[in-house]
């Protein structure tokens, strides 16, 4: 094979991966367009995250070539964008499709990094991968936000369900480029466990890291701190548009343009994780992220207009913060042989926290409006702190 062509071709997907022209207009799509409440979205959302969690537990058995393979052939469909694009309105339908996308996008991910490293080390180019890598994210982060730019004027010129449509094509790229990648060659595998075995060593391992997590209470606390808050901040994206619907501001270029900056705070959140240290810096932040993310849904709750919007951009700061900074703690605490399980209980905990935030915010909006969907927000954030923030100083 020729590794420089994977690279190639592995840059176009990173590009085409997240450009999706209906990121700044989907919600509002689904509500206006099909008529389905945000109760119904978020309901659907929640139930994606479910599947998320399920598929994901088992996806952690997929160790050989044909399954890598077939995560290549199949993984690269993101669904959200046909979900949104189905022209149903009913909600069983749009359920199955956001769980499906759910699935699709569990067996996607990783597999682009592991290609990656493989394509790097058949050269013998391994050092080159923290570059490649960085690029890659970068190229994704790019593409959602020249996405995020366009969608609103391009919905302002044409529809909402021809700018959704457009999904489709871009998926279809996606799943062009992938079918193009070459899989690196593998010397031969270790041989397997016994079949009857390897699915009890699979729960086993599970039940050691839960063990493991339970009986170190610095690290149990850091994991669901970490976890809740990062779910409670996330969960701004799912109000956003309808903030700014509320507001006044119609489908266009100021709707997009608006969004554009909240991609730009996730960066910032990231490159901001890198430059935090260990010890109190690490515990200060874990703290200081749910109790700013509170704040910035009680401003987001009581500023009139758009003077609350800046608020919007400390959530997704926050959001992006959190993580990497808790991860490092953890990485610190655990064995090595248990690291990557009791890492992914952190996936896990943020997403069932946001299987359960998501509806909540979707009923409270179209209940009572979106002041209470931001009240819960804070009160999530601020319960977290209560209620795990000492076990979190007492690990320091």
């Known amino acids: 094979m020729d590794p420089d062509r994977n690279l190639r071709l592995l840059n176009v ?53 044909g399954g890598v393979r077939s995560r290549w052939r199949w993984g690269r469909r993101r669904w959200r964008s046909p979900s949104s694009c189905s022209p149903t309105t009913n909600f069983g339908i749009l359920l199955a499709s956001f769980l499906f996308w759910s699935v699709a996008s569990t067996l996607m991910s990783g597999a682009d990094m592991a290609l990656l ?15 490649r890598a960085g690029r890659g ?111 006044g501001i119609e489908v266009g270029v100021l709707f997009s343009l608006l969004q554009v900056p909240t991609i730009a705070a996730g960066v910032v959140g990231a490159l901001l994780a890198a430059r935090l240290g260990g010890g109190r810096t690490t515990t200060m932040a874990m703290l200081a992220v749910p109790i700013a993310a509170a704040g910035a849904y009680g401003v987001l709750g009581t500023a009139p207009g758009l003077a609350g919007f800046p608020a919007i951009l400390v959530l997704y700061l926050a959001a992006t913060l959190l993580i990497p900074v808790a991860s490092g703690y953890v990485n610190r ?4 042989e248990r690291r990557a399980t009791v890492l992914s209980m952190q996936g896990m905990v943020t997403s069932l926290t946001m299987a359960a935030l998501a509806p909540g915010f979707g009923f409270a909006t179209d209940q009572w409006g979106l002041p209470w969907a931001f009240a819960l927000g804070a009160g999530v954030s601020l319960a977290t702190v209560a209620v795990l923030g000492k076990p979190v100083v007492r690990s320091r």
Request: aromatic share 12%; proline share 4%.
């Open 13 to 65: 997907f990173w590009a085409l991966r997240e450009f999706h022209l209906w990121i700044p207009i989907w919600i509002v799509f689904l509500t206006e367009e099909r008529g389905f409440s945000l109760t119904d979205v978020t309901v659907a959302e929640g139930c994606s995250w479910w599947g998320w969690c399920c598929s994901k537990c088992r996806r952690a058995r997929w160790r050989t070539a």
């Open 117 to 131: 490293f493989d394509t790097l080390k058949v050269g013998g180019r391994e050092g080159e991968y923290e570059r």
């Open 137 to 247: 994210h970068a190229l994704a982060w790019a593409g959602a936000g020249v996405a995020t730019l366009a969608g609103g004027p391009v919905a302002a010129a044409t529809s909402l369900r021809v700018v959704i449509f457009t999904g489709t094509v871009t998926c279809a790229a996606l799943v062009v480029v992938a079918l193009l990648l070459r899989e690196v060659p593998r010397s031969a595998p270790a041989p397997a466990p016994e079949a009857a075995g390897a699915r009890d060593g699979y729960w086993r391992s599970i039940g050691v890291a839960f063990r493991e997590v339970w009986h170190a209470p610095d690290v149990r606390a850091v994991i669901l701190l970490a976890g809740c808050a990062t779910a409670a901040a996330h969960a701004v994206g799912y109000l956003v548009q309808p903030y700014l619907l509320d507001r």
């Open 333 to 336: 605490r655990t064995s090595s």
